[in-house]
């Protein structure tokens, strides 16, 4: 229960951002955000999990009311307070504003450090190992996992350069650190691996970047981490973050929560992988045999071979469209699944005869005095097979599991693609269509306490399909949408006269082309958004030379220089329009005389394209639902709310939304759309 003593705290917090804020607006939102948080946190409200949900539109200050109440009621129950933004850019803003904003107004002191994934950070031990002249060692490890193939001087010259700034402490030993990070081949030869991690008994490990930051993080009060890092680390076991239960977690821009762990439970292996990795493992076991002089070992190559090669003639002959094959969600045909099972047993004995020379060389490691570069070679190489291995054992067995009836299938799926010897490569795939039991127990029924914020939660003004993405139960949560502060009524929300469908593509993208030309004003700000990037090039070849001001077209260049380059435009008086797609249509902060027009070319409905979506589909309408009324329009109603949000982002903003949509006017859908909007001037052209 909340004690006069956290009340007060709570409200001394608040008190002190009022005086230390430059910025601060007093507002009731802010007010009942903070009250709430605190009182569903602290088990104010009987039968219910300590778990809220806060819809926070711009302009409420969300980040300050979180952590005003959160940071003494962590305190206060002797947790950790893990706040887990979307991606890494966010994390840093929350690092170096937000969380040094809270330690000059917050009433309880607290420590805190930065979280990211073990891969983010280098193995001093690798990278010596790679840049020393190991002589030695050079004819053993010729056939080596380290290099595919010979590293080029370049490669050798930027390790070397890395060894000498982190020796000098001018770098932390984060690859975010770095001026011109290297390419992603070759950082994963030096990255941090649990795989090959030999943890307190590798001879820099109090030297070690991450196991340094793990520390710091475990001796702070509040971990800033990433939606991904959360989701990996309770998946493998917490190797960064506390336990759960030890945790209160913030999740901010919580929609994009369901995403991200989809694409955490999904796995993959190739047939060229499993070719790759059964010859590195018995490449690593004759080196064990040569090193440990032991007796020689069975070779399971050419039965992989085989078994692969039978694989692939039988899996080449499915209807790939666009080099992807989806199975039904009747599963796997059982020619197929018959394959996949004689491969699992193959890998699994090879599995077995690897991890039994795996143990044999710890014995002698431990027993024999071995050159420390022979010897960290070695278990890297025997971490990266077991990783290897493992992960091949995974998916094979994934491919053989029997669906449960009572439970939404798998999703299982092929690519193909060719290799640089014009050898065809098959990927198998598998991932879950439905990550609500997985987090549950991960997750929800385990934490300490939960909140889950962002400007845009809801859809068509119920939180459903954010409970059914999350596997949230509305019964046993709280759950909150607050007024915008800001002043709607004087934005004209528009649904432009038009004859075209969206649906009837080139009619419409002329006609939306025409409209722009009409419409857009070259002495001002404008932001176009497309559902398309194939219609957003017509468009700009359609207009370009009918408009006399800077036109910025993503990808043309980065988001980043687009927005410095339109900000430029205003400071100097000049017009300037940007046509962008989904990434411009969420995060993009323009604020005043930077934008005073929004046009959006057409509602953004979820076609199914990935075989997750395609997946789910087929499931729904087995099972008689509508997958268009349960997914397509909630979550076009979201997006158009998003895009709608690109324009209002302080008190004093104003302008003029159009959208290019007939289907708001003609279909029964439309008068729901637009009944969710904020309280704009809507305006039926």
Known sequence: MLTPKLKQQIRSSFDGAKTQLSNFSNRSSQNKMIAEISKTLMGEYSDSNRIICVEAPTGTGKTMAYLVSCLPIAKELNKKLVIASANVALQEQILNKDIVEATKYSSVDFEFAIAKGRSRYVCIRNLINLTEDNSNSAELFEDALLWDEKPTKTDLDALL???ESYSSKSWSGEIDDLESPPENSLWQKIACNRFTCNSKNCEFYNDCSFFKARKKASNSDVIIANHDLVLADVINGNNVLPDVEDCIFIFDEAHHL????????????????MRTSIRQSQGAIDQIIKITKSKASKSYIEKIDESIKDLVDLVSELDFKEDTFLFSIKGIPDEIRNLTQQLFVLFNSAYNDFYEHKENWEEFNKANKIEQSTSDNINNIVGQNNQNLSSI????????????????????????????????????????????????NLIWSKAAGV?????????????????????LNSKENQYLRLASPFDHKSV???????????????????????????????????????????????????VEKSIDCDLLIQGEFSKKNILEKHIENRKNDKGSIIFGLDSFAEGVDLKGDNLNHVFISKLRFSVPTSPIEKTTQSYLESMNR?????????????????????LIRTETDSGTITIFDNRLISKFYGKPLLDTLPDFKIVIE
């Open 161 to 163: 350069e890395m060894t």
């Open 258 to 273: 369901s995403q991200k762990a989809l694409s955490h439970f999904s796995i993959g292996g190739s047939t060229e992988f």
């Open 393 to 440: 054992l995974s998916i094979l067995s994934i491919f053989n599991k029997t669906q449960d009836p009572e439970k939404p299938p798998l999703s299982y799926w092929i690519n193909q693609s060719k290799l640089a010897n014009k050898k065809l490569n098959y990927q198998l795939n598998s991932a879950k269509i439905d990550v609500s039991d997985s987090l549950n």
């Open 451 to 471: 909140v889950l914020t962002s400007a845009t939660l809801t859809a068509l003004g119920s939180f459903d399909r954010f409970n059914q993405q999350l596997g």
């Open 492 to 542: 004209e929300f528009r649904v432009g006269k038009i004859k075209s469908s969206p649906t009837n593509i080139f009619e419409h993208t002329q006609e939306v082309a025409l409209e722009l030309v009409k419409r857009i004003d070259p002495s001002s700000a404008t932001l176009v958004l497309f559902a398309s990037n194939h219609q957003m090039q017509e468009v700009a070849d359609l």
């Open 626 to 646: 509508n997958s268009f009324m349960e997914i397509s329009l909630p979550d076009a109603s979201l997006r158009l709310i998003q895009a709608c949000g690109r």
